[in-house]
């Protein structure tokens, strides 16, 4: 099993949801405001620091997992999003 982690753009969320839709992701979970800083600033989404982020998690089989997040990557490259950032991890499922 694999996680696609998405710190995504909160402008963007809408479209990104579309976007799995699209690809028939098996489903999603959201954390609507992801506060932090890295190599694109500060995002706490307020006044002082604007561009709230959106944690998107995604959990499929291999290779759905990879070809899903080379899908998304390249929709987010393709609407010039420098923000947006996905990482693909291991995951084990406990019952």
């Known amino acids: 099993m694999k996680m696609i982690l998405a710190l995504v753009n909160a402008a963007r969320l809408d479209a990104l949801r579309l976007e799995l839709v699209a690809a028939s992701a098996p489903g999603y979970s959201i954390v609507a405001v992801a ?8 995002h706490t989404g307020d006044r002082v620091h604007p561009g709230a982020l959106a944690a998107v998690f995604v959990v499929d ?3 759905r997992a990879t070809a899903l997040l080379e899908r998304l990557a390249r929709w987010r490259d393709a609407s010039g999003d420098d923000i947006t950032r996905f990482f693909l991890l291991p995951v084990e499922r406990q019952a």
Do not use: D, K, Y
């Open 35 to 42: 506060e932090g800083s890295g190599r694109t600033g500060v």
């Open 61 to 63: 089989e291999e290779p």
